[in-house]
């Protein structure tokens, strides 16, 4: 079985940072590409960042310079570094990943965490 849990989230200032984390656990063959979303109060759920296994990344155009997105392939993490934060971030983050196994494919959410940007 596999599990994929999102930690890191929390109350930061206007300009603060944080550092969200995706750990993805049991038998995994291969993990392939893993992206963040957020969702706010009243609005769709939104691709935040996106890293292929090779470290290819995308991000949404209001988070670029802001926001990088990086990977651990030996441990199965994939990290959210967000700096700089805005009121405007303030969201619900939830990872997503393409895991392979020796018998499935899976594509896993995790829980969500939420982070909150606010004086």
């Known amino acids: 079985q596999v599990q994929l849990v999102e930690s890191g989230g929390g109350l930061v200032q206007p300009g603060g940072s944080l550092r969200l984390s995706c750990t993805i656990s049991g038998n995994i063959f291969n993990l392939y590409g893993v992206s963040w979303y957020r969702q706010a109060p009243g609005k769709q759920r939104e691709s935040v960042a996106t890293?292929?296994?090779?470290?290819?990344?995308n991000y949404l155009d209001s988070v670029k310079g802001r926001f990088t997105i990086s990977r651990d392939n030996a441990a199965n993490i994939v990290y959210l570094q967000m700096n700089n934060l805005k009121p405007e971030d303030t969201a619900v983050y939830y990872c997503?990943?393409?895991?392979?196994?020796?018998?499935?494919?899976?594509?896993?959410w995790g829980q969500g965490t939420q982070v909150t940007v606010s004086s």
């Open positions: 890293i292929t296994r090779g470290s290819i990344t």
């Open positions: 997503n990943a393409n895991v392979v196994t020796a018998t499935s494919t899976y594509n896993l």
